[in-house]
């Protein structure tokens, strides 16, 4: 168990819906990252926060936004979904500098 | 951008060694990492390397040479465990939050 805890674990929903995944860093972490895992894309990233701050964004959607919570928990939200969007939606978390970041099981997205 | 180039698969015997490769292209660098993958899991860390060398951990080692872009992770005293990806990732230079992934080596161990 890596200490970062996301839910939910499993998501089925249709196209043009709107989903929100939720993500709870390891105690102390102030940075959380979110990737998104497909099987032609391999491990991409896609956002990073750092105590409620936007730090870097990588090649995320527009339909796609996330935030950080002053209690340091983060949340992905998904719109207009396309059955592209289906993949492992994974969050991670570090300490302040340090280079090892943990992962959490991830959000498998179904689109329908 | 980055470019990083890793084996698709490889498949070894219990007991061997077996060294995965992964180069990469970059404006700049900030470290590689090695993770590990067991499918329809989360990744783990493996290892880190910002300066040239080795560095060993276990039965895992994993090397670095900046000069020629490239890196790799040996895997000794292979377990049936041990059959996973391992992913190659280079944190970007202008970002420490954010790595790149390569597409990740299969490993298959087998009896």
């Known amino acids: 168990d890596s200490g970062v805890t996301q839910t939910p674990k499993h998501l089925i929903t249709a196209t043009g819906q709107r989903v929100t995944l939720r993500c709870s860093p390891r105690s102390g972490d102030l940075s959380v990252y979110w990737y998104q895992q497909s099987l032609d894309q391999g491990l991409q990233f896609l956002i990073h926060?750092?105590?409620?701050?936007?730090?870097a964004k990588g090649n995320i959607l527009e339909r796609f936004s996330a935030q950080q919570f002053p209690d340091l928990h983060s949340e992905l939200n998904l719109s207009s979904l396309e059955l592209g969007d289906s993949a492992l939606y994974f969050c991670?978390?570090?300490?302040?500098?340090?280079?090892?970041?943990?992962f959490g099981q991830g959000t498998r997205l179904t689109v329908v | 951008g980055q470019n990083i180039d890793q084996p698709t698969e490889m498949t070894a015997t219990e007991g061997a060694i077996v060294q995965i490769n992964c180069t990469y292209q970059t404006s700049g660098f900030n470290g590689l990492f090695w993770y590990q993958q067991h499918a329809g899991e989360a990744p783990t860390f493996l290892s880190y390397n910002v300066l040239d060398g080795l560095e060993e951990k276990g039965r895992f080692s994993s090397f670095l040479s900046r000069s020629k872009g490239y890196s790799y992770l040996l895997l000794k005293e292979l377990q049936m465990k041990d059959s996973a990806s391992y992913l190659c990732a280079v944190r970007d230079p202008d970002s420490w939050g954010k790595l790149q992934f390569g597409a990740g080596t299969q490993v298959v161990v087998t009896p």
């Open positions: 991670a978390s570090s300490v302040t500098q340090g280079p090892e970041a943990f």
């Open positions: 926060y750092y105590n409620g701050e936007e730090r």
